[in-house]
């Protein structure tokens, strides 16, 4: 539906998904840096080192695609991927496999062609999800939950951490706006580790 919208909006509309969630109380981000780059070592997390997911691949909707490190812009969203076939993993955040949830994001919908989630709405609970990390380790979630929202709304659940290892993945839904220079709803899809 979204093929004809320019990828400049489409970065904007992307990154423009986070704002909400990145303000919900589970960051601490240092609004007094005056570098952008401080805001890396922002969150209070435990000194552990990440493993780095590196590519993720779903076979049921066919995607196989890089996965790029993104944090924060200035103005405190979530970078998106500058590529439409690439993901982008938020590297504030819990790496996947670890225990909390793990983020990656991807566009849908492109002007010059297909974009990586174009398919998202169409994967299927228990379907898999592979990551593979820098390490060449790869682990398998599976899908359990899918839920639309509206793109204002929070939505801490797709940031909670707790005992278990789950990966979000997050791309627009619903109708573009012009007004906002965005789509009105957020598709997530909630995986866990699989045992």
């Known amino acids: 539906m979204h093929k004809w919208l320019n990828s400049k909006i489409l970065l904007f ?9 990145l303000f919900l109380g589970f960051f601490d981000i240092n609004s007094n840096s005056k570098n952008s780059n401080d805001n890396n070592t922002a969150l209070l997390l435990p000194s552990v080192e990440k493993v780095i ?40 955040g819990a790496s996947p496999g670890e225990k909390g949830s793990s983020v990656i994001a991807g566009h849908r919908g492109w002007k010059t062609g297909p974009a990586v989630f174009d398919d998202l709405d169409k994967i299927q609970l228990e379907d898999n999800v592979y ?34 290892a789950h990966l979000n993945l997050i791309t627009c839904s619903g109708d573009w706006n012009e007004s906002t220079k965005t789509s009105d709803k957020r598709l997530v899809v909630f995986t866990d580790l699989a045992t």
């Open 53 to 92: 997911p590196i590519r993720i691949k779903i076979p049921s909707i066919k995607v196989d695609a890089t996965i790029i490190s993104v944090g924060l812009t200035q103005l405190k969203t979530m970078e998106s991927p500058k590529e439409p076939g690439d993901t982008a993993w938020f590297k504030l």
């Open 13 to 21: 509309s992307l990154s423009s998904i986070f704002l909400v969630f």
């Open 131 to 164: 990551v593979e990390d820098e390490k060449g380790n790869t682990l398998v979630f599976v899908v359990r939950e899918m839920r639309v929202y509206g793109a204002n709304e929070i939505v801490p659940e797709v940031w909670n951490k707790d005992d278990t």
